[in-house]
């Protein structure tokens, strides 16, 4: 095992030692910030209503939008807004991000971007 000044490795992990400076064990939570581009995990981008019409989304059984999400999605289109279909696979993916999304959701890592909205999904 190698001992560097930041850390403890040995090859195939890092690990570290930290100190809570505060009475409070638990307290271990940290705040990441990152950028992640989407488009890593669309499956499909609809740009018009006539793509829109003929998707799966439109007219798959699979889907079941509601009559309010398929007017919304409309709504986007008629204002040249753009749906995208992502999906994010579950933990046997090796992207730590994808995995984060499938856990936890779309909408805290939204929240900030007004651009965007979520149809269907949380």
């Given at each position: ?27 271990l ?44 999605c ?23 991000i ?10 805290k ?5 007004p ?8």
């Amino acid at each position: 095992m190698k001992i560097k000044k930041d850390f403890v490795t040995n090859s195939s992990s890092t690990s570290f030692l930290i100190s809570n400076k505060t009475k409070n064990k638990k307290k271990l939570k940290i705040k990441i910030e990152m950028e992640y581009d989407l488009n890593n995990l669309v499956e499909k981008e609809i740009t018009s209503l006539a793509e829109f019409y003929n998707s799966d989304l439109y007219k798959d059984k699979c889907w079941l939008l509601t009559d309010k999400q398929k007017n919304k999605c409309i709504k986007i289109l008629k204002n040249e807004g753009t749906i995208f279909h992502i999906e994010a696979a579950d933990h046997y993916n090796e992207d730590p991000i994808e995995n984060m999304i499938y856990d936890d959701g779309l909408e805290k890592f939204i929240e900030n971007n007004p651009d965007l909205e979520i149809i269907v999904g949380d």
